[in-house]
């Protein structure tokens, strides 16, 4: 026995409510569907997008960060006077090259001069904040031999930041980023040869400079972006 309803029992009033009801139901069920199908894929398109356009430009903000150090360090190992450094180590050239005003003006933190060998031979850095220089490495050797000096090329990553440290390869140095027990440094080596190209390298000149939460916080206003730093495990 099938269900009947009998309408007649029924004012036309109520059937048009109840029929006016399941209409507008079917409407709100179309308009949820297309929601979840086609606007909520579209409107997170659109945040994907967006997303990446900020990672371009905070991707953007670094690479001048490291392109300035990687310039500093072409142009100061073609300094005839540094390529004389190496071999005398003249305090006159430290006077005269490595005061304060170097530091802040040239916008890195510190420098180191190694030989052929890649022995060390004098580094120095400069804290601005505290007014106070430093003759101490911020590299440790493995990362020096395994990063810094290694003839194993890599590709420069198409993110400058992701992992601990990234090194690529030039047409005459290298530059990288690399993350130290003292924090992010952005980090440029570079032959120390004359200024007439025409002598062999006496040695390296690494520069650096530390991306600390200060410098963070100006690219982020650089960039409108609220950033900040966090080591990924």
Known sequence: MGIHMNYRKYSVKTLVLVWASLGLLAIVSVQLMVRVWVERPELEHIRYVADMKDVRRVNVAYRSILEG?????RDHA???????FVSDLNKEFLRENLAADAFVDNQFTGVAFFDVNNTLLHVTSYQPETKTFSHSLPLSKSMLATKIFSRKLTSTPANPLVGSSNISVGKEGKSG??????GLL????????????????????????????????????????????????
Do not use: C
């Open 78 to 84: 073609k300094w005839d006077s540094a390529y004389a």
């Open 186 to 233: 952005a980090v440029a080596v570079e032959a120390i040869t004359p200024s007439s190209f025409t002598g062999p390298s006496r040695g390296s000149l690494l520069i650096w400079r530390k991306v600390d939460q200060a410098l963070a916080a100006k690219i982020a206003i650089q960039v409108g972006l609220d950033l900040s730093m966090s080591l990924l495990n």
């Open 69 to 73: 150090v990687a310039n500093r360090a």
């Open 177 to 182: 980023f690399v993350m130290t027990h003292s």
